[in-house]
C-alpha cells in the first residue's frame, strides 16, 4: 500500500488477534502507519474498527492476502474527484490460486452502475477491490459483525440499494487464494449467509416489485440448494428450515 502512486493516505493496520510477528515486522515503519490492536474478532470486526478510526473522505481496504497495482487508489481517486455523483467504485482483479493464474468464469464477470440485481446470486465485489465514500456507511452501516462469512455480499446488498457501483474496468488488484485458512473452506455453505443477507434485503419496503422479485427467486434457488446438500449430510432438521423460509416467501405478496 505504501507503493501507491496515489500519496496523500493514511495507513492503518488492524491487527485482529495475530498469533504471530506482525507488529515487529510493522515497527520499522514508523509513523508512516497507525497499527491498532484488538482480539480476534474477525474480518467484519477490523474492517469497522478501521472505518471508525480514519479520518478520510473515502475509505478503502485490503484483506491480508490480496495486493495492490501501484496505480489503484490513483485511478480510483481520478474517477470520484473527475465525477462527484460516484460514491463507490470498484475495479476488475487478477485471481491467483496457488501461486498460479487463473481465469475467472463467466459467472463472475463485473457489471458497472445500478448493479444490485447482478449482485444477488454471487458476490462479484471484493473488498479490496472498492474505494467508498465515508456517508455512504452514514447510510446503510458497517459490516455486520454477526455474519461469520459473506459479511462482503451483504454490504453490497445494502449499498446496492441505494448507490450504484461503478466499474473501473482494468485489473488493479491481485487476489490470492487456496490456502487453507480461508473463510469459504472453514464455513461449509457460505449460502447460508447470503440466504440471511437476501432477507434483510427483502425487509426493505423500498425495494422495488422487479428487484424483490429477483431476491425471492434467489433465495429460493439458494435454499434448495442448501436443503439438498443438508439432506446429503443427514441433516434433515436443517433441510426443512430452508424449504420452510423458500415456501414462507412463496406466500410472500
Known sequence: MLAQSYTDLELLVIDDGSTDDTVDRLAPYGDRIR???QDNRGASSARNAGIRRARGRYLA???SDDLWKENKLAAQMDLVERDHTVKVCYTEEIWIRRGVRVNP??????HSGWILEKMLPLCIVSPSSVLIAREVFCRVGLFDESLPACEDYDL???I???YPIMLIDRPLIVKRG???DQLSKKHWGLDRYRVQAIRKLLDHRDLDDH???TAIACLQQKCQILANGCRKRGKEELAGQFLDIAAHYSRSP
Open 35 to 37: 497499527l491498532y490492536g
Open 211 to 213: 428487484i424483490r422479485k
Open 61 to 63: 481496504f485490503l484483506d
Open 160 to 162: 446496492g440499494l441505494h
Open 178 to 180: 487456496g490456502h487453507a
Open 156 to 158: 453490497w446488498l445494502r
Open 105 to 110: 468464469r463467466k459467472k463472475h464477470g463485473k
